[in-house]
């Protein structure tokens, strides 16, 4: 059932998406003046570079049309130009660009001098784009040759380690999405750490739904002036990806595929059924008959591996095919993809089918340029049981996956063993989740004035999601339901119109950009329905058809999830920003966004960001130039303020209602309604704002380049329900702005070239961040909170003890545990109380401060080798100074369980009368630190002379090729998003080894 909630939304907009976008259109095109048609005039010549060596492939053009051509082989061209008097434009990838006046001349001979193509590479920025020399925040841009190798189902992921003061997260598992954290977590709220979304100029699109290959660039916007211009939403930072787009007079058909083998790179190592045998013989102890299996027809003893038997290797495939062209006013693009990814886990798996589209018209001397973008993805989502992963490591090995007769070796009474079959768990229950996505995008881009351009943007996306789930008649997660079926639909949409201007006016050194703008959006979520129910004469349908369930009165339960809680909500803004530069050396940004959000509180629904920044590049100097030891060298200072509106409940404000038990009316049985929410009218959004100082260089030509970033990232009103008095509140709990949280670091860079030669070259680049994480405060003269414990891990007698806190003065993921002091003249664990005495029984008064999750050193390194045409790159990533707690390690450390559980090789070592040895203390804090060669490729390039093939390179690629680390547990790689980091809890899916053959083709 839906909530039942109150709210007026202030924020309206009344126009249509369609009628306002064609009537912008006729108006802009109205004010067009067509050009008159001129004779020709023929022009050849020859583009050379600085040594006259010729240059194919360079673009000519008449300035000011869409007229044309590129050189040949030789360098040579011809063109036809409008008249004697035109002027032509130069430009080729890594040289300066020239205009060129005719002048009357037939023949043309024309050098171009190589460029530092670094400081030339274009980056985009929130609603415009610019060059690497002339950005003054702290930017990382990686291209499609830069990004990480392997089976990649999250585009996030193609970042992981190349990119300072991001880290990236994620396990083996196939259909989780990698967690993403940029300078550090700013948020007590789950689901509200990661960065803002752009593709292709649409804020918040889903990053799952464009295809790795058809990504050409990502820029990730880190300082507080950068992201500030998309105000409320952007306090995580801002990652901006741009796909692959078509050029004018091009044909260009694309094929990627690869097929990798998936295995298991690391087990834990529990005992055979022989050990444990053993292990209890040494200690007088006997496993019951009912534990003891012998292979059928013959007294050999059972040694089941439970691991080998739910893991399988996997094979993954993934296929894109690009086709891009067009004529001088017509560019379109298409591809399609698909990824087929199952996991290594059995019946778990990821399908995507992926489609993109896109064309470009222009007209009227290239003064309009009108646009239209489609994605399309359908993914379906096979998941296991989260119990199959504790329970492939300590059910018996003892015992067969089956009985003689067929039927599950499983303890349905739960009286036999303390754990289920991983097998039957598999077998028995069905999880799966489709997801269709769609996302147009229509653009207007009108060149009104000289310098003034004026972009409309209209974008709407559809997101539909199914999730069905049956436990049948034999599953023990439904014992004596005769089947439990649970299925789930809603939708989200979002619509969402972008209307803003950019001026550019350069007078002599004096350049000026001005961006003003107005965004609306409007967003319905959780329209949906979900249902479940049981008693099933049959499982051959599953969840296919609920009408042939017969429920026991009053078990039919309807969905009241905020997945299918109708929400929507509403998002205006102005925004505004002037960028000045003087002379290529001195350069201002200031920035305001005025944001307002129906989701907050009637006295907080509009908040301004303000930010400014300004860089000096002090390589354009006299004094510098004159030493001629710097290609480029920039000073950049900046400020900025932004929100974090992500992953708030629309109703978070409101007061709300839900259904808080049943009763008896009339004798029939009526949902009872009250309040469970109180109202916050003085709800605002979160506010970090980030002071950023940095250096940009480049020596050698450009050999040698690279930036240090120091940052200081301030978080105030942090959101958190706070206890509260029902003598003032209808509700024990307040959701309320109080806290506060710190990250302060430093980020290095270094990019070098430090072997070029005509067959040979060597590129590196190494990045290294450190960040250290503070919770400055949780209380204000209004509410006040000591502390808030999390990471509850339960698990014999331990269900009321949490292992770690949200305290004031420490990290996010600070540890409290019980102090482990060794064993007792018995062989039992033994542990510090508060008071400093020694006890085996303690309580939660003795748990202490014992490290944090948070990584005190991320870095990446990675290397490329190039020798005629073969390519080599070695890419080495890791974490240093962070703890991870093996709760995995001490779950299955229970040597008196050994008789119903398995138990770790480690475990052997322990006495059998240690009755605390599973006790979750410090003993199993480990040091998380770890190195690993992430990615291996080598790849060989065809020279293929042919009119139909430009390029082919088949490759072969390792993923997760080794990793050094102390860390004793499946992976160190642990997730650190959300309140819990650094906690290996018998849920991870174990991290694969990819072996993967692939296949690039340009036609």
Known sequence: MNKIYQCRFSLRFPVKLLPAFLCWIACLCLALQPVQAQDKFRIQG????????????????????????????????????????????????????KDVSVNGSHTLNISLVQQLKQLNDVVITGYGKTSKKNVIGAISSVNSGEFTQGVIASPSMLLQGKVPGLTITKSGNPNQNPTVILRGPSTLRSGAQEPFY???????????????????????????????????????????????????????????????????????????????????????????????????????????????????????????????????????????????????????????LGVRANIDQRAFDDRLRLGLNIFNTATTQNNVPDAVFGNMLNYLPTVLPKRADGTYTEDYAGNIRGSNNPVSLIDNNRDQTKINKFL?????????????????????????????????????????LNGKANRLTWTNARNII???????????????????????????????????????????????????????PGTVVFDNSGSTTLTTLRLISYYGRINYQYADKYYFQASLRNDGSSAFGKNNRWGYFPAVSAGWRISQEPFMKANNIFDDLKLRLSYGSSGNSLGFDPLAAQLQYSTTGRYYDNGNLINAIAPVQNANPDLKWERTGMLNAGIDFALFNGRLSGAIDYYDKQTSDLIWNYPVTTTQYITTTLLANVGKVSNKGIEVVLNAEPVHTKNFSWKTSANVSHNTNSISSLSNGRFTLKDIPTAILGGKGQSGNWSQKVLEGQPIGTFTLFHYLGKDKDGVSTYQKADGTVTTSPAIGDLMRAGNAQPSIT?????????????????????????????????????????????????????????????????????????????????????????????????????????????????????????????????????????????????
């Open 46 to 97: 020859k583009i050379t570079d600085d040594k006259n060596q010729p240059l194919p492939g360079v673009s000519i053009s008449e300035a000011g049309t869409r007229s044309g051509v590129v050189t040949d082989a030789e360098g040579k061209y011809r063109l036809d130009v409008a008249g004697s008097n035109s002027t032509l434009h130069i430009a080729f990838v890594g040289y300066e660009s």
């Open 198 to 352: 752009v593709i292709d100029g649409v804020p918040g699109a889903p990053i799952d739904m464009v295809a790795p290959d058809d990504i050409a660039t990502i820029d990730v916007l880190k300082d507080g002036a950068s992201t500030a211009i998309y105000g409320a939403r952007a306090a995580n930072g801002v990652i901006m990806v741009t796909t692959r787009r078509p050029k004018a007079d091009q044909l260009r058909i694309a094929y990627n595929a690869y097929v990798g083998l998936e295995k298991v790179s690391k087990r834990l190592e529990v005992l055979t059924g022989d050990e444990l045998r053993k292990y209890l013989a040494d200690n007088g102890q006997v496993l019951a008959a009912a534990n003891n299996d012998v292979y059928p027809g013959t007294t050999t003893p059972v040694n089941t591996d439970w691991q080998k038997e739910v893991q399988q290797d996997a094979v993954s495939h993934s296929h894109n095919l690009a086709v891009m062209g067009g004529a001088k006013s017509t560019t379109y693009g298409f591809s399609v993809n698909y990824l087929d990814n199952p996991g290594i886990i059995k019946t778990s798996s990821l399908k995507r």
């Open 440 to 480: 147009a995008n229509g653009l207007a881009e009108v060149k009104i004035l000289p310098g003034l351009t004026y972009t409309l943007s209209l974008s709407t996306q559809r997101e539909q999601v199914t999730r069905n789930v049956y436990y049948n008649s034999l599953s023990v997660l439904a014992k004596g």
């Open 498 to 552: 972008e209307s803003y201007f950019n001026y550019d006016k350069t007078v002599g050194k004096h350049n000026f950009k001005v961006l003003a703008g107005y965004s609306w959006q409007e967003d319905h979520n959780g329209d949906g329905f979900g249902v479940t129910t049981q008693g099933f004469g049959s499982d051959a349908l599953s969840w296919n058809n609920l009408a042939l369930s017969n429920p026991p």
């Open 859 to 1003: 870095y990446g390194w990675s290397n490329t080798f190039t020798w005629k045409g073969f390519d080599l790159n070695v890419f080495i990533r890791g974490v240093s100074g962070n703890k991870i707690l093996n709760a995995t390690k001490a779950a299955l450390n229970t040597p008196t369980d050994a008789k119903v559980t398995n138990i770790l090789k480690f475990t052997a070592g322990e006495s059998y009368n240690d009755k605390n040895s599973f006790m979750i203390s410090d003993r199993f804090l480990e040091n998380g630190s770890y190195l690993r060669m992430d990615n291996l490729t080598l790849g060989y390039t065809f020279g293929i002379k042919s009119n139909y093939i430009s390029k082919l390179r088949v490759y072969g690629n390792v993923n997760n090729v080794f990793t050094i680390t102390k860390y004793t547990g499946i992976d160190p790689e642990m997730d650190l998003g959300g309140l819990t980091p650094g906690i290996d809890a018998r849920n991870y899916y174990p991290k694969t080894r990819s072996f993967i053959f692939g296949l690039n083709a340009i036609f």
